[in-house]
């Protein structure tokens, strides 16, 4: 790739911030990050909602339920901790302005760190070939093959963060609107004791 572009990957891999805050980094090959619009946590445990109640044979009996006889909850598994809980809603409130701006600004980095990470492709093959038959030659090769996949993730990650602001700015509008057109059609209550 001789051109500005990095080869971005279509699934971008979990920062180790959030698997480290997770206590997951056992995850790292296995975790992909969700889509820039989703608000879920990728390392949340889902469980299985219950079904119907099992009935028929005495094999397929539920357990029997009772505080006595439940084990600890799940919560106290070193592997299920609950999520760490960030401010109250109300004290959280940032304009999509805001949101935007840094969307912008997330892209100029974007573009700032594409053109120069990508252009360190040339000198490396020019400094593999004029190293040919030696070890040397090979160990830069491999070098500008890994310099290239995670400098392509930064700009992934990059590309995501940028879209993630937008998509936060767009629903922050969309969810004030809502909330605007809501109380429009509630009347205020006139007070008994208005006039006494």
């Known amino acids: 790739m001789s051109d500005d572009k990095l080869p971005e990957p279509s699934q971008l891999p979990l920062s180790p911030d959030e698997l480290k805050r997770h206590h997951s980094e056992w995850a790292a090959g296995v975790t992909k990050a969700p889509p820039a619009d989703s608000y879920v946590d ?3 445990p889902v469980f299985p909602s219950p079904g119907p109640p099992l009935t028929g044979s005495p094999l397929l009996k539920p357990p029997l339920q009772g505080p006595s006889v439940q084990g600890p909850p799940l919560g106290g598994s070193p592997f299920l901790k609950p999520p760490v809980q960030g401010p109250p809603q109300d004290a959280l409130r ?3 302005g805001v949101l935007t701006a840094a969307a912008g600004r997330a892209d100029e980095i974007h573009t700032a760190f594409t053109k120069p990470a990508a252009a360190l ?3 490396a093959q020019k400094a593999s070939a004029a190293m040919d038959g030696w070890e ?3 160990a830069i ?7 290239e996949k ?4 930064v700009a992934g990650w990059l590309a995501r963060i940028s879209e993630s602001l937008r ?3 767009r629903d922050y509008r969309v969810t004030d609107h809502a909330v605007d057109e809501s109380l429009r059609g509630i009347a205020p209550r006139r007070s008994k004791l208005e006039g006494l």
């Open 150 to 153: 995670q400098a392509g993730t």
């Open 136 to 138: 040397s030659a090979k």
């Open 121 to 123: 492709e040339d000198p």
């Open 42 to 44: 990728p390392l949340t």
């Open 141 to 147: 090769r491999t070098a500008g093959t890994q310099w």
């Open 167 to 169: 998509v936060g700015a």
């Open 94 to 96: 940032i304009a999509p």
